[in-house]
Every structure is written in structure tokens, then in C-alpha cells.
Nanobody, 127 residues
Framework: VQLVESGGGLVQAGGSLRLSCAAS?????????????MGWYRQAPGKQRELVAA???????DYADSVKGRFTISRDNAKNTMFLQMNSLIPEDTAVYYC?????????????????WGQGTQVTVSS
């Protein structure tokens, strides 16, 4: 499974960006699979990667306190795509944003679990 993020860029403080994460492929040949929880993480220079928001396959969202009320996570299960609408951006939101997907695959009756990461997209918020 490949995850490809898009939508990052440079924006002024107070502006908005919308990130997308598209999943394609399958984890195992001949398997059936489902994408379970998906999430957005970010990593600023010199800092650890942190969870920004996550969403279950049923649509239940969870947010870091620092982005509550400003960011909205959503997903389109039919298209295996996840989004992050980011409003009221502040310079502290500057980071590389990564998407993550937890996948369960069944091959020959046996279940397997995988975790995938995208390559990241840069978000820069100027003051």
C-alpha cells in the first residue's frame, strides 16, 4: 500500500490549507484488506513526530489539543482517501505532515496487520 500526501505549501498566519492522503495498492497479493485507523502526524525541525489527528474507519475523529477547533479530519472510504482541513494556521503549525494508515489484510484465511506512512508534505506558516 502506498500513501501519497498532497496539499502542503506556504501560507500566512491565519490562512488555511487542505491536505490529502491517497492510499493505493494492496498489502499482499491475492488478499482482501481494510484500512482501519488513519492519522495525520507532523514533525517540526528538532522535535519528535507528534499526532495531529486520527480517524477510525467509522469516522470517529480524535485531535491533539493544539489543533482542536482549527483542524478537521475526514476520510472517503470509497476512495481510500483522507483529508485534513487546517484553518487559522499559526507559525507553530509549521512542520512536515505525514499520513499514516493501519491496514488489516486477510490472505488464505490468515489475518495480517500493517502500518504504512506517506513520504510527508511540508507546511510552512509565516508570521
Amino acid at each position: 500500500v502506498q500513501l501519497v500526501e498532497s496539499g502542503g505549501g506556504l501560507v500566512q498566519a491565519g490562512g488555511s490549507l487542505r491536505l490529502s492522503c491517497a492510499a493505493s495498492g494492496r498489502p499482499l497479493i491475492g488478499s482482501t484488506f481494510s484500512i482501519n485507523t488513519m492519522g495525520w502526524y507532523r514533525q517540526a525541525p528538532g522535535k519528535q513526530r507528534e499526532l495531529v489527528a486520527a480517524i477510525t474507519s467509522g469516522g470517529g475523529p480524535d485531535y491533539a489539543d493544539s489543533v482542536k477547533g482549527r483542524f478537521t479530519i475526514s476520510r472517503d472510504n470509497a476512495k481510500n482517501t483522507m483529508f485534513l482541513q487546517m484553518n487559522s494556521l499559526i507559525p507553530e503549525d509549521t512542520a512536515v505532515y505525514y499520513c499514516k494508515a493501519d491496514v488489516t489484510a486477510v490472505q488464505a484465511g490468515a489475518p495480517f496487520t500493517f502500518r504504512y506512512w506517506g513520504q510527508g508534505t511540508q507546511v510552512t506558516v509565516s508570521s
